[in-house]
């Protein structure tokens, strides 16, 4: 047996970075206590003020009110233990390093600690849950959930059952997110990187070829991705997209243009001598574009307020 949504009632996250913070936040912000936690003490110090700043941007542009923060903040309860964090919970989402091991190991671990019928889910980016289960006494309440950053933003997550998932715990995970006005989407199959990784990937191969061989700058490349692509795409599926154009058409522009396109199976030559210069973008203020501490702040804030125009525009 493993929770229904009705059931859940509180929420636990293991790991407080980039993504479990968020995650974190995506329940509180819809009413749901969260207790977090990560073996790093930085990042567990840190855990509410990066949630709090989140919740300031949301507040500024009216998704929620200034008095929601306090009642949001009031959800969350930092613990410095994977015990103490899944103890109590109805679901769990692991959100730490992209390691098998660790991420096998901490599964093991939860269920030392959770409740019998507690929901455990993985945001991994690429490890099929029949891996991360592999440990596992009751693999069947365990599931895949991969989130996208900014988790609190982004509307879809991932739904991915390993082998031995229940159908009773893809409901749950499936009802749970549409709770949380998350758009759950199920991948039938546990095919490495799921579908977004994969389908960003191959544009990705593209877009570092054509900056490494100067068909463009790096701020057009963008700029022309962003004007149509990203225009279009904020509504229509690329497959509605190219039905609205005409299958015809497709096939012929696609006999002219995938023998020329990049077709390697190695990261880009040029994107490899960046992160061996220790070039990894806003991480290190230098990658295809160079930042200082400021304009990264600004850039993650202007970010968000476009992405929460587009949410009031064509989720809310
Ligand atoms: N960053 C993204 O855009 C993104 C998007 C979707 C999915 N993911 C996936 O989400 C997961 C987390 O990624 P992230 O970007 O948040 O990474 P991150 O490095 O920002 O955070 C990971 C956190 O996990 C903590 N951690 C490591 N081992 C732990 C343990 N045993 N117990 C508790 N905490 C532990 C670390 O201290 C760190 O704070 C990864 O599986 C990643 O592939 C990332």
Redesign the pocket.
Known sequence: MVVSAGQVKKVGV???????HGIAQAYAQEGYPVTI????KS?LTGVKDRIKSNLGTLACEGLISEKEIENIMGRITVVDS?ENAVRDADLVTE?????LP??T??FHEMEKFCSPECLLA?????FPMTQISSQMERPERAIVT????P?YLVPLVEVVPGEKTSEETYKTAHEILVKIKKVPVKVQKEILGFLINRIQSAMNREVYHLVEVGAASAEDIDRAVVTSLGFRLAFLGPLLVRDLAGLDVECKVADTILPVLDSSTQPNRLLKDMVDRGDYGTKTGKGFFSYTPESIAELIKERDRRFIHLLKELYY
């Open positions: 293991i790991g407080a970075g980039t993504m479990g936690t990560d073996v790093a990042a994977l959100a730490v390093f992209e390691d660790t991420k190991g901490i993985s945001n991994t980016s690429s991969h989130w996208m950053n988790p």
